[in-house]
C-alpha cells in the first residue's frame, strides 16, 4: 500500500504540469479527488487536451473505455499505475 | 481483397498527404483587408529591402492557412475539427514562389479521438516554416 500510495503522488506531481499548462492555471492544485467539474476550464476540448498531453507524457495509450470511465484524477492515477505495471 | 478502412479507422500514425500552392500579390491584398495587418513588411517592396528582404514578405498566418486545409479539406472525411496550431517561420516566403506543403500524422489516441499533425512548408526543398495541427475528430 505504502509504494502505491508513493506511486500516487509521483504521479500526481508530474500530472500537475499538465493539468496546469492545458487548463492555464499556474496555482492549480489536483488531488486524487478532484474532477472535472471543481475545475474551471476542464471542458470536453481541455479533457481532450489532457488525454493526448497525458499519452505523450507517459508515453502509454488510453482507450475510449479507459478514459470514459474515470471519475476522477485518483482514477487516472490507478489506470497509470495499472498501465505502468 | 480488403475493404478501404473507413472512419476513424482510416487514420494511422505516419499517414502523409502534401499539396503544391502559390499566394499571389492579390491574394497578399485580400489578406491585408481581411485582417487588418497593413504593416509595410508585407504590401511595400522599398521598405521590405530596407530590412534586408527581396520583396514584402508573405503573411505568417497566410501562410498558416494551410494548417487549416489540411484539417478542413485533405483529410478522408470532414469529421476533423481544428483545435489547436504551432507553426515557426523559419526562412521568409515571397509572392508567386511556388511552395509546398506535407504533413504527417504523428498522433492519434483512440480515447480522445485526437489527430496531431507535423507540416512543413518548403520551396525547393528548403524549409520555411515548421508547424503542428491538432484537431478533434467528431462522427
Known sequence: MLKQDQNSSEIIERLTPIFRDVLDDDDLVITPATKADDVDGWDSLAHIHLVVSIEKAFKMRFTAEEVSSLENVGDLVTLIIKKTD | ?139
Not at chain 2, 12 to 18: K, L
Not at chain 2, 39 to 65: C, E, M, Q, W
Not at chain 2, 80 to 89: Q, Y
Open chain 2, 1 to 139: 481483397m480488403a475493404e478501404p478502412l473507413s472512419g476513424w479507422d482510416a487514420y494511422h500514425d505516419g499517414m502523409r498527404c502534401g499539396w503544391d500552392f502559390r499566394f499571389s500579390s492579390e491574394n497578399m491584398h485580400t489578406f491585408e483587408q481581411l485582417s487588418g495587418d497593413h504593416n509595410p513588411i508585407h504590401t511595400d517592396p522599398v521598405f521590405a529591402r530596407t530590412k534586408g528582404f527581396d520583396a514584402p514578405l508573405i503573411y505568417g498566418l497566410l501562410l498558416a492557412s494551410q494548417l487549416s486545409r489540411l484539417i478542413g479539406q485533405e483529410l478522408p472525411d470532414n469529421h476533423a475539427i481544428l483545435t489547436g496550431i504551432t507553426m515557426d517561420f523559419i526562412n521568409p516566403a515571397f509572392a508567386d514562389e511556388n511552395l509546398r506543403f506535407d504533413a504527417e500524422l504523428v498522433t492519434k489516441s483512440d480515447a480522445a479521438h485526437a489527430l496531431g499533425f507535423k507540416c512543413r512548408i518548403t520551396r525547393a526543398g528548403k524549409t520555411l516554416c515548421r508547424g503542428t495541427a491538432d484537431a478533434v475528430w467528431r462522427a
